[in-house]
Nanobody
Framework: VQLQASGGGLVHVGGSLRLSCPVSGGTFSDYTMGWFRQVPGKERMFVATVGSSVDRTYYDDSVKGRFTISRDNAKNTAYLQMHSLSAEDTAIYYC???????????????WGQGTQVTVSS
């Protein structure tokens, strides 16, 4: 199973970005999809997850109301729509896939390479 996160970039405070994560090599609809983020020197942190059933989503409190995770099973792709970005959202964002469901990195077996999101003030 291969994941390829994309869509990161440089954005001003208050701006928006949409990250994409196409998945190949497996049955996409079988997987829970998650987004995590990491800053240098710190552990990888949970952002959001969407279960194989699209109505099962969960967010970290820090992004609730600003970020929306979604998936398109017909396109084998997960998304993370981010609004009202702040400097604290600056990180490398990773998408991940799991046969289970959880909010910890250890629950996810397959990982994409990460995409940098930089929010400037």
């Amino acid at each position: 199973v291969q994941l390829q996160a994309s869509g990161g970039g440089l954005v001003h405070v208050g701006g928006s970005l949409r990250l994409s994560c196409p998945v190949s090599g497996g049955t996409f609809s079988d997987y829970t999809m998650g987004w995590f983020r990491q800053v240098p020197g710190k552990e990888r942190m949970f952002v959001a997850t969407v279960g194989s059933s699209v109505d099962r989503t969960y967010y970290d409190d820090s992004v609730k109301g600003r970020f929306t995770i979604s998936r398109d099973n017909a396109k084998n792709t997960a998304y993370l729509q981010m609004h009202s970005l702040s400097a604290e959202d600056t990180a490398i964002y990773y998408c991940a896939a799991s046969k289970g469901y959880g909010i910890y990195a250890k629950h996810y077996y397959y990982w994409g390479q990460g995409t940098q999101v930089t929010v400037s003030s």
